[in-house]
Structures are given as C-alpha cells and as structure tokens.
C-alpha cells in the first residue's frame, strides 16, 4: 500500500532540513508547532544540539491558538523573546499545523517586521516532504534575504553547499551568514540534492561532488555492477570515480544526475525490488535498509545516512 | 548587554502569590526553549513513556502511527528497543490527505495489511493502536468510527484497534495525551467476575520497584497484584478487570479510574509518590483505612529515616540543584529534602499553580532557593558558575550542571514509598562516592 511502513521509520522531514541549515547562523528559530516537532528536531535530528545550547524555539502552540489563528499572540512571543536573545535574524519553520490551518507566512512576516528590526525568515515547511526540501526552502530565504550582489571574486574561495549533517553526519560543513552574503563571489560545490537547488538559484556554474564517497571510493575497492541507495551527489559521485552504479534514492533525483537506471523510489517494496532484482554485485546504503533485502546474497557496504536511520 | 536567564527566588515567588506567578516560571507564556527537559516532555517518541510508548503498553498489540512523516520521525529511538520490533507500523501522510482527508478510509486497508504481515511473520496481535496526532485533532477526525471500520474490516481475527491521540496541542486541556492514552488503554477491559484478592496499581507504564507496599498488600491477603506492565500476555491484562480495587499511583490515570469505577465498578484509592517520610506514613495509614487492612509501617518509617540520617551525617551541609526529568515533583522533592535539613540552591522546572504550595513552604526554610524555567526563552544563557550545590538530580539539571554529580532518578522502573526513599538516599550517597573516591 502506498505510503505504509513496515519496516522502516519515518525519514528526516522538510523543517529538520530547513533548520540544519539555519542552525549554525546566529538566528532565532521558531518553529510553529505545539512542541513535538521541535522535540524530533532537537531531539533526534540536529546532532549539533548535544554539542551547544541553540535558539531553537518552540512556538508552544496550543489547540485554542490553533483553532482562533491567534497570529497576534505568536508574534508576540516571538518578539518578546527577540528583545531578549541576541541574533542576526528571525525565521519561522513552518510545520504540519500551520500547514493545517493555512497560516499566512507573508503576513506573519509584516506583522513581525513591526515588532523586531531583524531579518525575518519564513519557510513553510510542513512535515509532510522530506528534508531535501526542507533545506532548499532554507538555502532559497537565506539567498534572497542575505546574498550579495558582489560577483568581482568568482574564482574565489570554495563554498560547500548542502552539507548538513542530515546527508554527512558528522563531517559536515557549516556555511556562515558571512558566507552567504559572498556568494556570488564563490566557487560553489554542491554536496548533496539541496545542494544543487541552492547553487541553481545563484545562478553561478558549480561543481557536483560528495566528499563522503570520495572517502568511501579511497577506502572500499568495488568491483562489478553496483546499487547505490543514498543521497544522489553521492551516487554521482560514485560513478564519477568509475564505479558502474545505479542510483536509486528516496529523495530528489534531479536531471542534470538521473542516466538510464536511475530511480527516484517512495515506497519499501520498491527497494526490495531493486535489491533483490539480481542485477546487482554489490548494493552501497545505509544497513538500515538491509532489512528490505533479506535475501540479498552480493556484497553490502555500509554508507550511513543520517537522514533515513539517524545514525550518524 | 549582559544576557541571562530568568529566575526568581522562592521569597519572591512566594509574595507574589498563587495568582501572581511571574509568567516566566509558567507554561504557555512564551516561545519554548530546547532544554533537555522541555524535549523530553514535548516529543513522546523521545525519552520515557509517551503516548507511543504508553500505547504499546498493552501485552501482544501493535501501533499504526497514521500522520505527516515528521510525527514519527524519532520513533526509530524507540523502535530500536527490543522489546519493540515489529510493533510500530506507519501510515504516512500527505498534503491531499491533508486536504481531502483520505488518509481515513485508507487506514482499515491499512491495518489489514498490517495485520497479515504480521500473520506471515507468526507475531499476530491482539490489538492494534491507531495513532494520530495534531493534524487530526485540528481535522476534527472521527477516530471511534474509524477504528470500528477497521475491526469490521478484520472481524474475522478478533483483534481490537483502539485509538491513540498524540494531541501535542491540547497537553494543557481537560484531557491531555497521557491522560487520554491511559482511558484508552484500560477501556480494553472488559466486565469480570470479581476476586476479592486481586488487586491493580494503575499509573505508570513500567513496573513500580519492589518495595513496602507490595509487601503491606501480600501481607494483608492480597494474591494478585497486577500491573498493566508486568502482565505477559493480553489475556493476563484482561484479568485486572477482576480487581477487588485500584491504587492509582500518578494522578494522570486519575480519569481512567474514574472510567473502571464506572463501567467494571472497581472503586480506587490515590496514592502519591511523596518523598517527605510523614506524608507516607500518612498515605499508608489512609489505605489502610480505606481498604480495611491493617499495616505496620514502623520498621520501613525507621529504615527510611534512617537513610535520610546517615547522608546527612556524612554531608551536612549537603546542597543541590533540581531538575524536573525525575521521578519526584521536584517541587515536592526539594521541600522534604530542606525539611531533612538539606539546602537546595536552583531548581528547574515549570512552576503550575497547583504548586505553589511548596514554593511557598519552600520560601519559610530557604527564600534564596532560585527557581528556573525550563521552557523560558532566557535559559538559553543559564550559567551555572554561581551556584553552589554538591549534586544535581533529574537527567535534565545534569545539562545545565555538567561539572558537579548527578543522580539522573528518572529510570522506566518507578520507586516509592520509604524504598523510593531509601534508594534515592544510597544513589546520592553513591554519586558523592564516586566523586571523592
């Protein structure tokens, strides 16, 4: 059945995306739910939460808020903590009950605006698409709000863009606010699927590359027809280093990546399908889908992905 | 500028008075900081048992988690348990279902498929929980009705699908989460011949550590002690609907023993976890009353005390901080350890009304006592250089308290009584040990 797991839990979700990217830059992060969501982000997908104290927030929604669309009393809080936490900007990470109640992020913006004198960010994300998204909506607000016009340095320094520790664990790459502002003045890598859509939006060439199966290409000798299940730079990544790859991916397979072979999959039993289809020698993906492939007799090499098991 | 977190002394608290709390110590006046404690309490796959947890609680069942991908996100922390494979399926939401609603009519087809699976598998349940969360509390969905249509849809197996409401929104209402999941899981019962020997303690979700009540009970007759926790099997927890009578150990099963009153005519007593000796003297001596038995409690009051002596013989200027992911009201806990003669110097946890009662006896033995707020914004910048406590109880007071021990007390096996007492004596004595040692 369509959409139904049995085996594996639920991916990393769109504002999980959204706020790793965000979690680093200084910011104050509301996130508009009654508490739950902000406990899976801080609790479960923000690795860099057991590390430092963060302005991740919670809304503190309650049913009555909900139901009356008390925006007032939203922006309330929000500014009565804003004059009492130092941070460079404000972004509001939507969740499944203002995608419920159709809140107006525009106008929560203007409203806010009127309260605080930062930057307000909004990014209505709502729990139902995967984290990929998420940080493209993160990479699209910050580019508009923060990107400078300043293209004089466009051999300059490298900048790696969708690196989070939702596609990398723990060998990521945080990008600045500084960094943004010099965009446009960057060499630009896109590590992973937001990566690419952030690069896309500054108009600028970019490389396509994952340092994470680089490191895995320099470790691992791999020999014969490979399915690789990851995040699709990685995959490309793979291929471009002359390992004969299919890639299939649970997240975005864009264009510019997808040869004859590749698949964007959704369900379980379309994994099972590939795994078990006898076509591959050996299948490169996290061990948490080993347990789609029960009867797989090739090779298994573990590439954790933090955005399918959590685990880093 | 110099930020800082918030705090109030517990003289000050106390001269404002019950209906002038500062808002800062209060839920619901602000945004939420991401302390440790307010994400244990706000995400209930996380830490502890929350609805997901508590749902499963019921021998041989299985939970449908039917939501956006996002709710269930952390379940895999718990999944992860073993005792938990295989026992939580999802149903993952999108934005048509969001908008259309068709999530529902897909959910009987879901649990059938469920259910087969796990025929294949020789796992097959007795009852499946249907989980929902926000999204179908804002809906309005009909969860009675659709859990009907999902036994229709499987009446030849027998099995029950009950529904589970993982309302983060409505926590502070009539009926929060783990108030409604309790009532859930109890209407599984059924009416039962009574057995004047069978007793329930109804509350918690783990099993209560083997201490003096279990004890007074057996002593005064009692065969069967029953908990939902440590019923092996469906048809043993069907049994507790032959109790003679109820001890309800956490006020958040009060609703549901209200409910077994009413329909199996169970009557029940409350019984407090305390950790001030009287007040559990006391509470004993009103079941006794109440259940028409006689206990002796001197030599378990003077074990306790006893403990309580020793410590502080061997720490008397003993100090602490106080967190609120325990297994106490911290409220309660830093008042009878100042009683015992200790000195608390912070606590952290969310000040409701109802206790105020402590901070304002709290403020007559220690007006300097600070209190924080978890969920306050401002917590952000808490620093603990200035305080002078020894050791830190609660999991989350050990966040704020790296540098000092800590007692977490805040495992699945529930302590009380004098042996919650007792325990919590020797583990502080063991954390301070282990320090000098």
Same mark, same amino acid.
């Given at each position: 059945m369509r959409g139904l797991r049995k085996v594996l839990t639920p991916f990393a979700p769109d504002q999980s995306g959204a706020v790793s990217v965000l979690y680093n830059l200084g910011g104050l992060i509301v996130i508009i739910d009654a508490g739950g969501c902000t406990g899976n982000v801080c609790g479960f997908d923000e690795p860099r939460w057991h590390g430092a104290r963060a302005a991740v927030f919670s809304a503190g929604l309650r049913d009555m808020d909900a139901i009356l669309g008390r925006d007032t009393l939203l922006v309330s809080k929000i500014a009565s903590a804003a004059e009492r936490i130092d941070a460079r900007f404000v972004a509001l990470v939507g969740t499944p009950v203002p995608a419920t109640i159709a809140t107006d992020y525009k106008a929560l913006k203007r409203m806010l605006e009127k309260k605080v004198n930062l930057p307000i960010l909004t990014l209505p994300t709502? =729990?139902?698409?995967?984290y990929d998204s998420g940080e493209s909506v993160a990479y699209k607000e910050l580019f508009e709000t923060f990107a400078g016009d300043d293209v004089r340095a466009s051999e300059g320094e490298e900048l790696i863009l969708g690196a989070t520790p939702l596609t990398y664990g723990d060998s990521y790459t945080d990008v600045t606010l500084e960094d943004i502002e010099s965009i446009r003045g960057r060499r630009l890598v896109a590590a992973s699927s937001s990566g690419i859509e952030a690069a896309r939006l500054t108009g600028k060439d970019y490389e396509i590359r994952s340092s994470l199966a680089e490191a895995l290409l320099a470790k691992e000798k791999i020999e014969g027809k490979v399915l690789v299940c990851h995040d699709e730079v990685f995959g490309k990544t793979l291929r471009d280093g002359g390992c004969d790859c299919d890639i299939a991916t649970f997240f975005t397979l864009h264009d510019e990546i997808r040869q004859e072979g590749d698949i964007k999959i959704t369900e379980e039993d379309e994994f099972t399908s590939l795994a078990l289809s =006898?076509?591959?020698d050996v299948i490169i993906a996290d061990n948490c889908l080993q347990k789609l492939a029960k009867g797989y007799e090739g090779r298994w090499i573990d590439a954790p992905f933090f955005a399918l098991s959590g685990r880093m | 500028m110099r930020r800082e977190a918030v705090t109030y002394t517990a003289k000050q608290v106390a001269e404002l008075g019950r209906d002038n709390i500062p808002s800062e110590l209060l839920s619901g006046q602000g945004l939420v900081y991401s302390s440790p404690a307010t994400l244990a309490y706000n995400s209930?796959?996380?830490?502890?048992?929350g609805v997901k947890r508590a749902g499963l609680s019921v021998p041989e069942s299985v939970m449908l988690i039917v939501s956006p991908g996002c709710c269930g996100r952390n379940t895999s922390i718990v999944s992860s348990m073993p005792q938990y494979e295989d026992r939580f399926f999802y149903l993952l939401m999108d934005e048509t279902d969001l908008v259309t609603g068709r999530h529902l009519t897909k959910i009987p087809d879901a649990v059938s498929e469920v259910v087969s699976f796990l025929e294949g598998q020789g796992k097959a349940p007795r009852v499946v929980m249907i989980c929902i969360t926000c999204v179908d509390a804002l809906l309005g969905t009909d969860m009675e009705r659709v859990c009907n249509a999902c036994e229709a849809k499987i009446a030849d197996t027998g099995i029950r699908v009950r529904p589970c409401y993982m309302y983060a929104l409505t926590r502070e209402g009539r009926r929060p989460p783990m108030v409604h999941v309790r009532q859930t899981l109890y209407s599984l019962l059924a009416p039962m011949e009574k057995d004047p020997r069978s007793v329930n303690l109804i509350g918690n979700f783990a099993p209560m550590a083997e201490g003096e009540l279990q004890r007074y009970l057996l002593e005064a007759g009692v065969k069967n002690i029953r908990q939902i926790s440590t019923c092996g099997t469906y048809d043993e927890f069907l049994k507790?609907?032959?109790?003679n009578f109820n001890i309800v150990t956490n006020p958040e099963a009060r609703a549901s023993a209200d409910d077994m009153s009413r329909e199996l005519g169970i009557p029940y007593i409350e019984l407090t976890r305390v950790y001030g000796i009287r007040k559990v003297a006391l509470q004993y001596q009103a079941l006794a009353q109440a259940a028409g038995i006689t206990i002796d409690l001197a030599d378990d009051k003077q074990e306790a005390e006893q403990a309580v002596f020793d410590l502080r013989e061997k720490y008397p200027d003993l100090t602490f901080n106080i967190g609120e992911c325990i297994n106490a009201d911290p409220f309660e806990l830093a008042l009878s350890l100042l009683r015992y003669g200790f000195k608390v110097d912070e606590i952290y946890a969310t000040l409701a009304p109802e206790k105020f009662r402590y901070v304002a006896k709290i403020a007559e033995l220690s007006p300097d006592t600070k209190i924080y707020c978890n969920m306050e914004p401002t917590m952000l910048y808490y620093d603990v250089s200035s305080s002078r406590a020894h050791i830190s109880l609660g999991k989350d007071a050990a966040y704020y308290c790296p540098d000092i021990p800590n007692v977490a007390w805040n495992e699945d096996v529930q302590p009380f009584g004098f042996q919650g007492i007792k325990e919590l004596m020797a583990r502080i004595d063991r954390a301070l040990g282990e320090v000098t040692a």
């Open positions: 709502d =729990g139902m698409k995967l =006898g076509r591959y | 209930p796959g996380a830490e502890g048992f507790m609907s032959s109790a």
